[in-house]
């Protein structure tokens, strides 16, 4: 059996998934200022390289940076609902421009919203 990775069509989707993602990043007046314009671009391969591990695609992010660690990697930015809330519309946005299988969209949110509640380290 094929991993999710290659179902979706590899390097292709999570390349187009993470560059739409951060086309609503780019304009988010919440998300925008998490990201240094000088590592928007690093941002923007870390997050393709994690996916494509998670999702049975080459150890790249591992070997360039380790264990994944998401919440300690991410304990020094401010992730309180509404920041949450805005990270979710935006990849939202993203997945909805996938052409993908029905059950394979339903399969990557349940990863993403679960990811995405994880990482809430503010209360409102």
Known sequence: MSSFYEQVGGEKFFSDLVSQFYSHV???????PMYPESDLKGAAERLKMFLEQY???PTNYQEARGHPRLRMRHAGFHINKAAHDAWIDAMRQAVDGMDMDVELKDQLWSYIEMAA????NQPD
């Not at 509640?117 to 809430?120: E, H, K, N, Q």
């Open 26 to 32: 780019a304009t988010d007046p919440i998300l925008r």
């Open 55 to 57: 999702w049975g695609g």
């Open 117 to 120: 509640d994880s990482m809430v």
